[in-house]
C-alpha cells in the first residue's frame, strides 16, 4: 500500500527535507510531503537508511547535518574514530553550517485565497481578519495594506489580501514567488466553476500546495460531496477518497470549520518546512503600491529573508529609497521585522508594482551603484534586442529528453474543450508530453496570458478571440496566441509545436 512521505519521514525518525532529498536522488517524482509513494519506494528508501547507518562513515552521511557533524576536531575521542568524515568536515562552509538547515529558524507561511468569483474568498478572509487579528492592535481601524497576519493556536499566518489569482500571477510573473500555500475556495452550491480551474492550474503551476476550502457549507443547499467528486475528475483526489488533496469544508458566514483550516494550513506549513534567516541579507517582495495623499508613497513588502530597519536604504527596480518608517499590517509602528512580516513602508519616492523584488544597500551610495548598474544592463540588453536565432537544442531541449509541450485551451463550449483534449491526448509521446494546463470555455484572460508567459505556454484559441486588451498584454510579454476557427488547423498547429519548429513570424 501507499505511504505519505512525512508519515514515512516521521517512522523512520528522519527530516522531511532528507526524505526529499533521498526521493530526488531515486529520480522518484512528488508533489509535496504529503504525496504518497509506492510500496517499492519505501523499501528502496529504507535501505538507503539502513546502508548509511551500517557505514556512518560514507562521504553521503557526513555531507549530511547529522549527529555525526558537531563533533568537529573539538571532541578529543571522535578523531580516531571517523578519519574519514573528518577530511570531508573540515571545509569552513560545513562548520558554519553546522547543523546545516537546521540552524535556521522557521518562518510563518504566507497564504493566499483563489477560486471562482462570489465564492466567498473576500468573506473567508474578512472572517479570519475579524477574528484572528487583534482589534487593539489594529487600533480600532482596519486598513487594507494587501496582507494582514492572523495569530492561531498553531502559530502565525500570513494572509494575502487581495483574493484571486490575477495579484497571485502578476506577483509570479515579475519572477517571484509570494505564496507558500493557495486555499482554492469552492461555494458547496456551485462547485467548480470556470475560475475554480484556473485558480487550481494557477496554484499547479507555481508548485504550490493547494487546501480546497469548501465553503458556504450552512446552506442547506450546499453539496460539499458533489465537489469531492467534481474535484477528482481533475485528478485532485480528496483524502478521504485515498487521495493527496486535503479538502475542509467551511462557512465564512457562521465561522464552522474555519478553526480545521487554520490548523491544516499550519501543518502543511509544518511538513514544507518553511525556514528564512533572519540574520542574512534582506530580500523581500512588493505586494502591492499606493499613493496616499497625506503620506505619500506606501508600499506592502513581504519580508522574506533577513530583517528590516527603518533607516535601511532599499532598491526596488531602477529606484531607490529610505525607510523613513514601517508599519506592520495591524496598522502598529515597528522598528524592525523579520521574515514573513508584511510591513508598509513610507519612504520609496516611485510607487513600486506589486510583485517586483526588494533589496537592501548599506547605504546611498551603494544603493545609486545598485541602480545605476541596473539601468546600465536594461539598457545593453535593450541595444542587443536584435532577434537572436534560436539554436535547435534550445528549442528542442537537450537531446534524447523528453519534451514539454504548454498549452492552454479556450474554446467556445465545453463539448470543443473536451474533444480537443481528446485530441491532445492521443498527440503525446515517449519524447514529447503535452502539458494542458488550463482548459477553459471563453477567450483567454489576462490572468491566461500571464500564466503562459511564466510556463512559457501557448494559447490555443478555436471559435474564441482574444480582446484588444488581452491582446496587447500577450504581445507586452510575448506570448502566443493563436487563434483557429477549424478544428484541423488547430491540430496542425499542434504538430508543428510537438516538432519544435515553429515557424518564426516577422
Ligand atoms: P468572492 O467574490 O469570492 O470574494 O465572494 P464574497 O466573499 O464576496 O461572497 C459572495 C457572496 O457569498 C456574498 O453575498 C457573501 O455574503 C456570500 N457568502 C460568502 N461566504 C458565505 C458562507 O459561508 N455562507 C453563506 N451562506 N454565504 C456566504
Known amino acids: 500500500s501507499k505511504v505519505r512521505i512525512y508519515t514515512l519521514a516521521k517512522d523512520l525518525g528522519v527530516e522531511n527535507a532528507r526524505m526529499l532529498e533521498i526521493l530526488d536522488g531515486l529520480g522518484v517524482s512528488y508533489k509535496s510531503v504529503s504525496s504518497t509513494i509506492e510500496e517499492d519506494t519505501v523499501e528502496l528508501i529504507k535501505q538507503i537508511l539502513a546502508e548509511e547507518q551500517a557505514e556512518g562513515t560514507s562521504a553521503e552521511a557526513t555531507a549530511e547535518p547529522t549527529v555525526q557533524a558537531p563533533a568537529e576536531q573539538a571532541t578529543p575521542e571522535q578523531p580516531a574514530a571517523a578519519p574519514v568524515p573528518q577530511a570531508k568536515a573540515a571545509p569552513v562552509t560545513d562548520a558554519q553550517g553546522d547543523g546545516g538547515t537546521s540552524e535556521v529558524p522557521h518562518r510563518a507561511p504566507v497564504v493566499t485565497i483563489m477560486g471562482h468569483v462570489d465564492h466567498g474568498k473576500t468573506s473567508l478572509l ?30 502565525k499566518i500570513v494572509f494575502i489580501d487581495t483574493p484571486g489569482h490575477e495579484a497571485f500571477t502578476t506577483i509570479r510573473a515579475r519572477g517571484a514567488n509570494v505564496a507558500d500555500i493557495a486555499i482554492i ?51 485532485l483526489v480528496p483524502e478521504e477518497y485515498g487521495g493527496d488533496l486535503v479538502v475542509v469544508p467551511v462557512s465564512a458566514r457562521t465561522g464552522e470549520g474555519v ?26 517582495v512588493v505586494i502591492e503600491g499606493k499613493v496616499d495623499k497625506q503620506a505619500g508613497v506606501l508600499a506592502t513588502v513581504m519580508v522574506q529573508e533577513g530583517t528590516l530597519h527603518v533607516g535601511d536604504f532599499l532598491v526596488v527596480g531602477e529606484n531607490y529609497g529610505k525607510i523613513k518608517a514601517m508599519t506592520d499590517s495591524a496598522g502598529a509602528r515597528i522598528k524592525e521585522a523579520g521574515p514573513s512580516t508584511p510591513v508598509q513602508i513610507l519612504g520609496f519616492s516611485e510607487v513600486p508594482s506589486s510583485g517586483e523584488k526588494v533589496q537592501s544597500a548599506k547605504n546611498e551610495h551603494a544603493a545609486r551603484e545598485v541602480v545605476a548598474g541596473r539601468v546600465d544592463t536594461r539598457r545593453d540588453a535593450e541595444n542587443a534586442r536584435v532577434q537572436r536565432r534560436l539554436t535547435l537544442e534550445e528549442m528542442m531541449g537537450p537531446l534524447g529528453s523528453v519534451r514539454t509541450v504548454n498549452l492552454i485551451l479556450r474554446a467556445d463550449t465545453q463539448g470543443s474543450v473536451e474533444a480537443i483534449q481528446g485530441i491532445l491526448a492521443r498527440k503525446e509521446s515517449d519524447d514529447v508530453k503535452i502539458n494542458v494546463m488550463l482548459a477553459g470555455i471563453g477567450a483567454p484572460t489576462e490572468g491566461d496570458v500571464l500564466l503562459a508567459s511564466t510556463a512559457e505556454a501557448t494559447i490555443l484559441c478555436f471559435s474564441v478571440t482574444p480582446s484588444g486588451g488581452v491582446k496587447k498584454v500577450a504581445d507586452s510579454k510575448g506570448v502566443d496566441i493563436k487563434s483557429f476557427r477549424i478544428i484541423y488547423e488547430l491540430i496542425d498547429e499542434v504538430d508543428r509545436l510537438i516538432k519544435g519548429n515553429v515557424e518564426p513570424v516577422f
Open 126 to 155: 474578512d472572517y479570519i481578519r475579524k477574528t484572528k487579528v487583534a482589534a487593539k492592535e489594529a487600533g480600532g481601524i482596519t486598513q487594507h495594506v494587501g496582507a494582514f497576519e492572523a495569530k492561531t493556536s498553531k502559530g
Open 185 to 235: 475556495v469552492i461555494a458547496a452550491d456551485d462547485s467548480l466553476m470556470p475560475q475554480t480551474r484556473e485558480a487550481i492550474a494557477h496554484a499547479q503551476a507555481a508548485k504550490v500546495p493547494m487546501i480546497v476550502a469548501i465553503n458556504k457549507v450552512d446552506l442547506p443547499q450546499a453539496d460539499p460531496e458533489r465537489v469531492k467528486t467534481d474535484l477528482t475528475q481533475l485528478n
Open 259 to 284: 478553526e480545521d483550516l487554520l490548523e491544516y494550513i499550519s501543518l502543511t506549513a509544518e511538513l514544507e518546512d518553511l525556514r528564512a534567516d533572519p540574520r542574512a541579507a534582506f530580500g523581500g
